[in-house]
């Protein structure tokens, strides 16, 4: 497939251009192939910028850089996975399971677009890497931008999901059991992936110790210590 297949592809992601609108792609497989694809690539470049925090010399760590970007994009392929199955069983139990094919391309277009948003904002993290030294200021920032992207990604999945929830309002109730369903998954996985900025007196490693547990006292801590308390 030609590069301005792709560039088309993830064109209308953003753009929001109906469905069956691409002339390159025959299927829907396989533009929600490619758009997987264009996440994965776009996931593993933000990665890999958050990698770039300095350790305690000031230098950067380029393993580092690359753990963080192969955990970014895992980040948001599993729990893609991790998701889906009760998602599927929701809309089976609700009685839209025949809408499932239309639905599972909203959530695919969005993962996309969180994907290549987040990347865009790459350089104002490195500006940002440049005006601080402080690790929980970087982790706070990084959280920030990955919510300016979610949040774009809310407007592309409800725009996707506007005529699903025409044809039968029960998806609007399904759309909000996405949502909530993905962040728990997010969050949960993300705690159990870190390090992904890598703190400046620690070696660099894939996974932390003491990986898994209740992520959501952590990040109150940070914030507030990035606060200043």
């Keep these: 497939m030609k590069v301005s297949s792709w ?30 694809l264009i996440g994965l690539g776009f996931a593993a470049l933000y990665g890999g910028t958050m990698g770039t925090f300095p350790d305690a010399s000031g ?15 895992l980040l948001l392929m599993v729990t893609f996975i991790v998701a889906l199955p009760s998602f599927f ?9 025949h809408d499932f094919g239309d639905v599972l391309r909203a959530p695919g277009d969005t993962q996309a677009v969180v994907a290549m948003v987040v990347a865009s904002l790459a350089p104002l ?5 440049v005006l601080t030294m402080e690790y929980d200021c970087a982790l ?5 931008m990955c919510l300016v ?32 369903l993905f962040a728990f998954v997010g969050i949960q996985l993300g705690w159990v992936l870190r ?35």
């Design 7 to 36: 560039l088309t592809i993830a064109g209308e992601a953003l753009r929001g251009t109906p469905a069956g609108t691409t002339a390159p792609v025959q299927s829907p497989r396989a533009k929600m192939f490619v758009l997987g």
């Design 59 to 73: 230098g950067v760590r380029p393993l580092q850089m690359l753990y963080s970007g192969l955990k970014v994009a």
């Design 89 to 97: 069983v929701l809309n089976t139990l609700l009685g839209v399971r």
């Design 125 to 129: 993290t490195l500006f940002w890497y």
């Design 140 to 144: 706070v920032w990084n959280a920030l």
């Design 149 to 180: 992207a979610l949040l774009a990604g809310q407007i592309v999945l409800w725009r996707n999901y506007r005529p699903l929830v025409a044809r039968n309002p029960v998806h609007r109730n399904l759309l909000l059991a996405w949502v909530v």
């Design 195 to 229: 390090p992904f900025v890598g703190s400046p007196g620690a070696p660099t490693q894939f996974f932390r110790s003491g990986a898994w547990g209740n992520a959501s006292p952590e990040v109150f801590s940070t914030v507030w210590r990035a606060m200043g308390g």
